[in-house]
C-alpha cells in the first residue's frame, strides 16, 4: 500500500508553527460523524434493497414493494439508530465509571497511583531527575493525574462523540440512502400511466447508490475509492440475490 499524501510542504509548515500548534491542541475535540452516516447509509441500501428483491422475487405487486420498503425504512432505521445511540453512550458511562474509579483509587491510595504514573512515563523514556519531575507534575492536578491515567493506563479517549448526534446521523443516512431502491416503484404508484420498468431501473438507482457509498467509505477507511466501491457494491448485490432467491422459492404461499 503506497503511503498517504503528506500535502502542500508551505501549508504543512504553516500548521505546525508554535502559534498554530497552540491553537489545534486548545481547541475543542471536534468528532467526525462520517462513519456513522457511512454505515447507515449502507444499511439502509442493503436492506431496503433486498426487500424489493424479496418481493419481486415473490412476484407481488409494486404497492407490497413500496408498503414493505417503507415500513423496513422507519423500522430498521430506529433499531440502527437506537443500537448506535445506546452503543456509543455505553461508552461515555464507561468512561465516566472509569473516571470515578481513578479518583477514589488515587484518593485511597495515593502512592500506589503515584508510582503507576512513574512506570507509565519509565516505559515512555523518563529516567531519573526528568521521571520524578514529570511524576510531579502530573500528580500535581488531579484532572490530569486521572486524564494521564485513563489515556495511557486504560487506553481511553478523553472525550466520545455525541450519542445524539450518532444515532441522528445514522438515521438520516439510512432514510436518505435506503430509500433510492423504492424511488421507481413510488414513481409507477403516483405517475400517470406507471412507471415502465420499475424493478431495472431500481437496480440501476441502488448500484449507483452502493457505488457513491463505497467511495465515501474509502474516506473513513483509507482504502481506494474503486475498491471500496467495489467491494460495498458486491455486498449489495449478494444481499439482493440472496432476498430475491428467497423471495422465488417461497413465492406459492404468498
Sequence with gaps: MSPEPVGNRADLEADHTPAAIERRLRAPVSHSYLRDFIYGAIDGAVTTFAVV??????GLSEGVVVILGVANLIADGFSMAA???LGTRAEEQ???RARRREETHIETIP???REEIRQIFANKGFAGEDLDRAVKIITSDLNRWVDT???DELGMPLQGPSPWLAAAMTFAAFVVIGVIPLLAFI???VMAGGFPA?????IVLTGVAFFVVGALKSRVIGEGWIASSLETLSIGGLAALLAYGIGALLRGIA
Design 111 to 113: 502512592d500506589g497511583e
Design 53 to 58: 428483491c424479496g418481493v419481486q422475487g415473490a
Design 94 to 96: 464507561l468512561r465516566h
Design 198 to 202: 420499475a424493478f431495472p431501473a431500481s
Design 83 to 85: 443500537s448506535n445511540f
Design 187 to 189: 414513481a409507477d404508484l
Design 149 to 151: 491515567m485513563l489515556q
